[in-house]
């Protein structure tokens, strides 16, 4: 590659017609400078482009990091949810038991005051049967007790 000082410190050889070297000079200088101009601009690119790429490849591990943690999330959303599910699962079936238990306890005691009921239509006519026959006896007595009285009356 050639460099500014090698154009700046270039030697031509003279000839019988040649250019005029003070011209020749100008222009070989102007040359130099934009050279050097353009070799510190792909200088200043080429750190550029180095800076760049550090910057791309920064941005693609926190892309990295960002979809690691967003699968992360994803998963502990699944698990969360499954969690929630199979809790609320045990919640129903736990619900449900306890339903089952109410309504066997509020049969039983239905029962019981169906049973107690019977019980004690059976206490009232056994006490009605009684107390009609001792109405009944004690009628019988009174009827045989006025009919003693009337005979004692008639003698």
Known sequence: MIMPLDIQNKEFSKGVRGYKEEEVDRFLDIITVDYE?????V????????????????KKQVENSIKETLDATTNLMKEVSESADKQAAV???????????????????????????????????????????????????????????EKLLQE
């Not at 200088?43 to 920064?58: I, N, Q, S, Y």
């Not at 109410?102 to 019977?118: F, G, L």
């Open 43 to 58: 200088k200043a690119l080429k750190a550029r482009v180095g800076e760049l790429e550090d910057e791309l490849e920064r």
């Open 37 to 41: 101009n353009l070799l510190q601009d």
């Open 91 to 149: 919640l129903i079936k736990n619900a449900e038991m306890e339903a089952e238990l109410i309504i066997k306890q509020a049969r039983d005691e239905a029962q019981k005051y169906s049973d107690e009921i019977s019980d004690m239509k059976n206490r009232i006519a056994i006490f009605n049967d009684r107390f009609k026959n001792l109405l009944g006896s004690e009628l019988d007595r009174f009827v045989g007790s006025v009919s003693d009285i």
